[in-house]
């Protein structure tokens, strides 16, 4: 399970390398689509066996459509920011 994320982590970052010449999938539209996939794939590893099982399907699908849509490293920043919120929700939630 654990091995799960990198490997996913490490196609979505081939994809995106791939297609990394390709138009499309600029502004803020897709900035806000990556930190829903940061999001999703951040919370679903730190669920880990409980919920985040049930998450990860969604989470791996938004990162490799994410991945092939909009292949910018600009834009992709925004997956940082989606681990952060993460990071802060669980901060507010142990507070």
């Known amino acids: ?3 799960a994320y990198p490997l996913l ?3 979505a970052v ?10 499309g999938g600029r502004g803020p539209a897709w900035v806000t689509a990556w930190i829903a996939a940061g ?5 679903s590893l730190v669920t ?11 989470a791996a699908a938004t990162v490799i459509w ?3 849509r909009s292949p910018h490293l600009l834009e992709a920043t925004g ?13 507010g939630l142990a507070a």
């Open 1 to 3: 399970m654990i091995l």
């Open 9 to 11: 982590l490490a196609v």
């Open 14 to 23: 081939v994809l995106a390398w791939q297609r990394r010449h390709t138009a």
């Open 39 to 43: 999001f999703l794939m951040s919370f």
């Open 48 to 58: 880990g066996l409980s919920i985040g099982l049930f998450i990860l399907p969604l």
């Open 66 to 68: 994410v991945a092939t």
């Open 79 to 91: 997956f940082l920011v989606g681990i952060g919120a993460t990071a802060a929700l669980v901060a």
